[in-house]
């Protein structure tokens, strides 16, 4: 397995309450994405880095943030968590840009009460 | 319990058979594709790719088929196996873009 952690695996929340998700990788990959995965959906793009500070926007980037200050972490930040932000959340990295291969990470099962 | 669908397309191949599960992707213009094997409460895991000017790779008992006229990926497994049992879903990607388009999936059942 390419070497990806997430943490925590599991968290319970309250709505409204912040929530930060760390991705953290031993690779030295340059583009990390995060995805979520939710019944009747494929993977989702919520935000991905292309570099140190260099972050863009994905298809479902409302209600969340993310930060990349280090190569090897990649957080993900959901500023005030609703029920609909209950999913398991992936992050992923790839070495050379889009056009190669993702190696994903073990998944971090968030709830949202 | 399972993260990846409640209601997938769901294939039964007998251990030992060969399975074929299949995808059609979205956009003509993708130039690369990834199957992914996700077993419950993993990640999901690369198993092989194939890019769009080939249409046949092969792996260790895994083969992809690419039919770009009609916009379909096939992924064959030989002898099936009871490890085998799994969510299988495709992504496709297009040069120059970081976006991938994944699949729902289909749920891969070995019966012994």
């Known amino acids: 397995d390419a070497g990806i952690t997430q943490s925590p695996r599991h968290k319970v929340t309250e709505t409204g309450t912040p929530v930060t998700l760390r991705c953290h990788q031993t690779?030295?990959?340059?583009?990390m994405y995060w995805y979520r995965q939710d019944p009747g959906h494929g993977l989702r793009l919520i935000h991905y880095?292309?570099?140190?500070?260099?972050?863009d926007k994905g298809e479902v980037s409302d209600g969340y943030s993310v930060s990349r200050s280090k190569t090897e972490d990649f957080l993900l930040t959901l500023e005030s968590a609703t029920s609909s932000q209950t999913s398991v959340y992936f992050c992923?990295?790839?070495?050379?840009?889009?056009?190669?291969?993702?190696?994903f990470g073990p998944g971090t099962r968030l709830t949202v009460l | 319990g399972e993260s990846v669908g409640l209601h997938l397309p769901t294939l039964s191949v007998q251990e030992g058979d060969n399975s074929i599960i299949n995808c059609a992707y979205s956009n003509s213009a993708s130039d690369y594709f990834i199957w992914y094997k996700q077993e419950s409460g993993k990640g999901p895991q690369f198993i092989i790719d194939?890019?769009?000017?080939?249409d046949k790779r092969q792996g260790q008992r895994v083969t992809v088929l690419l039919n770009k006229t009609v916009k379909h990926l096939s992924l064959q497994i030989a002898a099936t196996q009871p490890g085998d049992s799994a969510v299988y879903f495709c992504a496709e990607n297009s040069a120059g873009t970081y976006k991938y388009i994944f699949g729902t999936g289909t749920r891969l059942k070995v019966l012994a």
């Open positions: 690779e030295n990959h340059r583009y």
């Open positions: 194939i890019r769009s000017n080939m």
């Open positions: 880095s292309y570099g140190v500070k260099d972050t």
């Open positions: 992923a990295i790839s070495d050379v840009d889009g056009t190669d291969t993702q190696y």
